[in-house]
């Protein structure tokens, strides 16, 4: 069976199907190009003296030019790297003129060679603008083995450049968004995050410039001159000695071009994985946990504020924190103001562009809050101060969990902690601990790149927990999740919540995440708060358009009951809903019954056979909704929605305050505990 899967998906690559046809006259002109490539270096590897290659190469003039080529290259890649990384991240960015900036930094690579040198002369030669200066002060650039480094950083420098600068403007910033939000300053960010992300990139640049700078011949003769053993580098030997010395020029070109071939394969490999697989073996065991406990997670020292010191863990957990977030953005045409209670959790809700993300943006310190005000608890964040992200108490989970992949699962969760100042020894305890309080200790020393998205959303809940903050701000962190792994991250969620006291943000666009885990409901339209109340209440009896529309479902609320084969919500006054079975209750703990229009059935009277689900209802509206009926009834003070036929309708005589029998299919309704 394996075998059967594996041959047809995905297909092998030399599957004659898996390859989309080419037409012959289009493979022959490819054969050409090739052999256009690949007959001179052929034709070069015919008059090579193989067998005297040792003694050609170790001749004083073959030693002088290798050792030069060697030593200069050296140099001008490392010059290339500390100064082209540079510039490629300032070019990578938005600023005015940057445009006419990205053209005059690639212009060596179109410009002649044999220019540049000219170019070089003029500035840094005696007569150039610097060279005279220099010159007086005693120090001659043109015509030395600086002039080589110098021609070489020139020619070569731009390969670098453009590489990893177009690697920088494509990147990914989510990563670089979380780890700002976990307190890292400008160069954590830049050296842990950034730098490695674009590691292969820079890779290949590097690559690119020491492959150039090897081959590097116009600029060096006209502005360094050929003089062996101080500017004769392999290629201008190779040129001089051609025609005197044609064996010593051949022995060299052989080895410049073997230099090429493995510098340029080298940009071919998959760096990144490779250095993966070194630094975190498939084979390496997980670190040791199961002894700690989340209640002795060790402290993290919380950012420091002036008008609030600092406060142990165990008594930041007893207190929770109010959150006002009130703000105006005219970009995006967003003004809100939400105010979440201490340890209370709101859900966010809204069509897409409505601004909820915004909002998420402001209270995390990544977007400033114009003429408003972020306030958490008496400390304010934004509006008379900013305080920048990371330094908030405030945790960010957003959609996309943004797992570092180029570290562990427990230098990510350490992050955090390293980045409030731990040791790493401390930050990595705490790591441990709060991977054990997610349930995810198992993961800690898997790369962070080969987890599923229900690990990586667990790990990312406990990175965000790591630094002990004291609101967590949840962008629709399940939304790319199956149902399975969403039920188990909002168990975690509301249980981590509750343990550590935590005032929650969440924006959803899933009935049961508010159902299930919300106090409050905001609802945004175009920009501005439309609706707000409790959840219960919210849900219940909806008060905006969005919200009808979002729950569809009816939801009533009640106290669990039951088993998990036969879950229950007692609904007061005697009135019980079964639930399908296989989902877990708490007896006694509150609870609410979804239940979908269609699986709601109208009768004038209970039906024989006593199904399980049969409530007295009054109708209260009665809507066409396309080739339906919608009907609204109200049981025992609960709002029911049904869905029937109009026929049904007419035969009822389905009007207001009929009063008629709700028959509910148990296996179609959802039980789901409310944190
Ligand atoms: N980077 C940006 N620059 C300018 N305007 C933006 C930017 N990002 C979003 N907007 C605009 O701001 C408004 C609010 O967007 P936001 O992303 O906050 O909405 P949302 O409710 O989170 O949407 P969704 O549910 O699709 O995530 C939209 O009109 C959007 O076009």
């Given at each position: 069976?394996?075998?059967?899967?594996?041959?047809?998906?995905?297909?092998?690559?030399?599957?004659?199907?898996?390859?989309?046809?080419?037409?012959?006259?289009?493979?022959?002109?490819?054969l050409?190009?090739?052999?256009?490539?690949?007959?001179?270096?052929?034709?070069?590897?015919?008059?090579?003296?193989?067998?005297?290659?040792?003694?050609l190469?170790?001749?004083?003039?073959?030693?002088?030019?290798?050792?030069?080529?060697?030593?200069?290259c050296?140099?001008?890649?490392?010059?290339?790297?500390?100064?082209?990384?540079?510039?490629?991240?300032?070019?990578?960015?938005?600023?005015?003129?940057?445009?006419?900036?990205?053209?005059?930094?690639?212009l060596?690579?179109?410009?002649p060679?044999?220019?540049?040198?000219?170019?070089?002369?003029?500035?840094?030669?005696?007569?150039?603008?610097?060279?005279?200066?220099?010159?007086?002060?005693?120090m001659?650039?043109?015509?030395?083995?600086?002039?080589v480094?110098?021609?070489?950083?020139?020619?070569?420098?731009?390969?670098?450049?453009?590489?990893?600068?177009?690697?920088?403007?494509?990147?990914?910033?989510?990563?670089?968004?979380?780890?700002?939000?976990?307190?890292a300053?400008?160069?954590?960010?830049?050296?842990?995050?950034?730098?490695?992300?674009?590691?292969?990139?820079?890779?290949?640049?590097?690559?690119?410039?020491?492959?150039?700078?090897?081959?590097?011949?116009?600029?060096t003769?006209?502005?360094a001159?050929?003089?062996?053993?101080?500017?004769?580098?392999?290629?201008?030997?190779?040129?001089?000695?051609?025609?005197?010395?044609?064996?010593?020029?051949?022995?060299?070109?052989v080895?410049?071009?073997?230099?090429?071939?493995?510098?340029?394969?080298?940009?071919?490999?998959?760096?990144?994985?490779?250095?993966?697989?070194?630094?975190?073996?498939?084979?390496?065991?997980?670190?040791?946990?199961?002894?700690?406990?989340?209640?002795?997670?060790?402290?993290?020292?919380?950012?420091?504020?002036q008008?609030?010191?600092?406060?142990?863990?165990?008594?930041?957990n007893?207190?929770?924190?109010?959150?006002?977030?009130?703000?105006?953005?005219?970009e995006?045409?967003?003004?809100?103001?939400?105010?979440?209670?201490a340890?209370?959790?709101?859900?966010?809700?809204?069509?897409?562009?409505?601004?909820?993300?915004?909002?998420?943006?402001?209270a995390?310190?990544?977007?400033?809050?114009?003429?408003?005000?972020?306030?958490l608890?008496?400390?304010?964040?934004?509006?008379?101060?900013?305080?920048?992200?990371?330094?908030?108490?405030?945790?960010?989970?957003?959609?996309?969990?943004?797992?570092?992949?180029?570290?562990?699962?427990?230098?990510?969760?350490?992050?955090?902690?390293?980045?409030?100042?731990?040791?790493?020894?401390?930050?990595?305890?705490?790591?441990?601990?709060?991977?054990?309080?997610?349930?995810?200790?198992?993961?800690?020393?898997?790369?962070?790149?080969?987890?599923?998205?229900?690990?990586?959303?667990?790990?990312?809940?406990?990175?965000?927990?790591?630094?002990?903050?004291?609101?967590?701000?949840?962008?629709?962190?399940?939304?790319?999740?199956?149902?399975?792994?969403?039920?188990?991250?909002?168990?975690?969620?509301?249980?981590?919540?509750?343990?550590?006291?935590?005032?929650?943000?969440?924006?959803?666009?899933?009935?049961?995440?508010?159902?299930?885990?919300?106090?409050?409901?905001?609802?945004?339209?175009?920009?501005?708060?439309?609706?707000?109340?409790?959840?219960?209440?919210?849900?219940?009896?909806?008060?905006?358009?969005?919200?009808?529309?979002?729950?569809?479902?009816?939801?009533?609320?009640?106290?669990?009951?039951?088993?998990?084969?036969?879950?229950?919500?007692?609904?007061?006054?005697?009135?019980?809903?079964?639930?399908?079975?296989?989902?877990?209750?708490?007896?006694?703990?509150?609870?609410a019954?979804?239940?979908?229009?269609?699986?709601?059935?109208?009768?004038?009277?209970?039906?024989?056979?006593?199904?399980?689900?049969?409530?007295?209802?009054?109708?209260?509206?009665?809507?066409?909704?396309?080739?339906?009926?919608?009907?609204?009834?109200?049981?025992?003070?609960?709002?029911l929605?049904?869905?029937?036929?109009?026929?049904a309708?007419?035969?009822?005589?389905?009007?207001?305050?009929?009063e008629?029998?709700?028959?509910?299919?148990?296996?179609?309704?959802?039980?789901?505990?409310?944190?």
């Amino acid at each position: 069976m394996t075998l059967a899967r594996t041959a047809l998906w995905p297909l092998p690559r030399r599957s004659r199907a898996a390859r989309a046809p080419l037409p012959l006259t289009v493979a022959l002109l490819g054969l050409a190009g090739a052999a256009l490539i690949i007959l001179p270096l052929a034709g070069m590897g015919t008059r090579v003296a193989w067998g005297r290659l040792p003694e050609l190469l170790s001749s004083p003039s073959a030693t002088a030019a290798l050792g030069l080529s060697l030593r200069t290259c050296l140099a001008s890649t490392t010059i290339c790297v500390l100064l082209g990384a540079p510039l490629a991240l300032l070019l990578s960015r938005q600023w005015r003129g940057v445009r006419l900036a990205r053209v005059l930094a690639v212009l060596p690579m179109t410009m002649p060679p044999v220019v540049a040198g000219i170019a070089l002369l003029a500035t840094l030669g005696k007569k150039g603008v610097l060279g005279g200066v220099l010159d007086a002060w005693g120090m001659r650039i043109a015509f030395s083995t600086t002039a080589v480094v110098i021609a070489q950083v020139f020619v070569a420098m731009p390969f670098l450049v453009v590489t990893l600068e177009a690697a920088l403007r494509s990147r990914d910033e989510r990563a670089e968004m979380i780890a700002r939000t976990l307190g890292a300053g400008p160069w954590r960010l830049l050296v842990r995050i950034t730098l490695p992300m674009v590691g292969p990139a820079l890779a290949r640049g590097t690559a690119l410039a020491l492959g150039r700078g090897l081959g590097e011949f116009g600029a060096t003769i006209a502005f360094a001159g050929s003089k062996e053993g101080v500017t004769r580098t392999m290629p201008l030997a190779i040129y001089l000695q051609r025609e005197e010395d044609t064996a010593t020029a051949l022995a060299l070109a052989v080895v410049l071009i073997a230099a090429a071939a493995l510098v340029v394969g080298a940009t071919t490999v998959p760096w990144g994985t490779l250095l993966q697989r070194w630094l975190l073996p498939a084979g390496r065991s997980p670190a040791p946990s199961g002894t700690e406990h989340p209640s002795a997670l060790p402290p993290v020292p919380m950012p420091a504020s002036q008008d609030e010191p600092a406060l142990p863990h165990t008594q930041r957990n007893a207190r929770r924190l109010p959150l006002t977030i009130s703000f105006t953005s005219a970009e995006r045409d967003v003004s809100v103001c939400l105010e979440i209670g201490a340890g209370r959790r709101l859900a966010l809700i809204g069509p897409n562009g409505s601004g909820k993300s915004t909002a998420c943006l402001v209270a995390a310190g990544l977007l400033d809050a114009t003429g408003g005000e972020v306030r958490l608890g008496e400390r304010v964040l934004d509006g008379t101060g900013f305080v920048p992200a990371g330094q908030r108490g405030i945790a960010l989970l957003s959609q996309e969990p943004g797992i570092f992949a180029h570290m562990s699962v427990l230098e990510n969760v350490a992050f955090g902690p390293r980045c409030q100042g731990l040791g790493r020894r401390a930050a990595r305890e705490r790591a441990r601990a709060e991977l054990v309080a997610v349930g995810a200790e198992h993961l800690a020393g898997r790369s962070g790149g080969a987890l599923s998205g229900g690990q990586a959303a667990r790990v990312a809940l406990a990175r965000a927990l790591a630094t002990s903050p004291r609101a967590l701000i949840l962008d629709e962190p399940m939304a790319a999740l199956d149902a399975g792994a969403r039920q188990e991250m909002r168990s975690l969620v509301t249980r981590r919540a509750s343990e550590e006291g935590l005032t929650v943000l969440l924006v959803t666009h899933d009935v049961l995440d508010i159902a299930s885990l919300a106090d409050d409901v905001v609802v945004l339209e175009a920009g501005r708060v439309v609706e707000r109340g409790e959840a219960a209440r919210v849900l219940s009896a909806p008060g905006s358009d969005f919200t009808a529309r979002l729950t569809g479902m009816s939801i009533l609320m009640g106290t669990a009951a039951g088993s998990r084969e036969d879950p229950r919500v007692d609904l007061g006054a005697g009135m019980v809903i079964h639930g399908r079975p296989d989902q877990e209750v708490r007896e006694g703990e509150p609870a609410a019954a979804l239940i979908p229009p269609e699986a709601v059935a109208l009768y004038e009277e209970a039906p024989s056979g006593s199904p399980r689900n049969a409530l007295p209802a009054v109708v209260r509206t009665v809507e066409r909704s396309g080739a339906l009926v919608s009907v609204g009834l109200e049981s025992g003070g609960h709002r029911l929605a049904a869905s029937v036929t109009a026929a049904a309708v007419a035969q009822l005589g389905i009007a207001p305050d009929r009063e008629l029998i709700a028959i509910i299919k148990a296996v179609e309704v959802r039980v789901v505990p409310r944190g």
